[in-house]
């Protein structure tokens, strides 16, 4: 059997906790600079924009965090624009992490790259 923690909600519930973050303790400003280290202040950061699970098309600057059963979730300071994954892509305890990570990777694309 698989242990771990969990962040349980939803889209919208994490998306309004994280807008509320940003206006409480000004998340976005907080990733203004690039870290020199992959994890900065609790948040996984992008080290090669065109290679990253977040999605080929994010700026170096992206933050965010990436779960075990699929869930995940990247914001862009720079292109104020984020996206957020919700899965539980475990099966009999484990999950499929290329479909997961090519997944995750092609819908981040989609989401940097379109016009809106």
């Excluded at 699970?53 to 292109?79: M, N, Q, R, V, Y």
């Excluded at 919700?86 to 092609?106: G, H, I, M, V």
Aim: hydrophobic share 35%; glycine share 10%; aromatic share 14%.
């Amino acid at each position: 059997f698989t242990r771990h923690a969990g962040l349980f909600g939803t889209i919208d519930g994490l998306a309004r906790t994280l807008l509320n973050f940003d206006k409480k303790f000004n998340l976005l400003d907080k990733f203004k600079t690039r870290s020199d280290k992959r994890f900065h202040l609790g948040f996984d950061t992008v080290e090669n924009p065109e290679q990253t699970l977040a999605g080929a098309g994010c700026s170096p600057l992206t933050f965010g965090h990436l779960g075990f059963t699929g869930t995940s979730f990247w914001i862009d300071p720079e292109k104020k624009r984020g996206h957020i994954i919700l899965t539980n892509a475990t099966k009999l305890y484990w999950y499929d992490k290329n479909n997961l990570n090519k997944f995750r990777r092609e819908f981040g694309a989609d989401v940097w790259n379109s016009q809106n």
